[in-house]
């Protein structure tokens, strides 16, 4: 018989961020979170933002260095998007 065990641990890292206006169908520069205890190859499981995002994304989150993740906010709008300075946070399954 099979045996669940749950193993889940995850860590969590917040940064207040101001993205500069992104172009329609641009990307923003990459928005370094801050997130203490994860490492490269760790599974970024969610971002997300306190502010409206305007109708842009977030492409796929990656651990870029020891406790770093990098963000980046993609425009898919048929126009320029200036997202509000907001609390960015990312949720690293350990």
Known sequence: MARYEDTLHAVRGTKLHNFAS??????????EVPVIGAKVGD???????????????????VITATGIAS????????????????????????
């Open 71 to 94: 963000v980046i906010a993609q425009n898919t709008t048929g126009g320029a998007v200036d997202i509000a300075e907001g609390t960015i946070t990312v949720l690293v399954a350990k």
């Open 43 to 61: 599974v970024v499981v969610g971002v997300s933002m306190n502010v409206s995002m305007g109708g842009c994304t977030f492409l796929t989150p």
């Open 22 to 31: 992104i172009a329609a169908g641009a990307v923003s520069a990459a928005a």
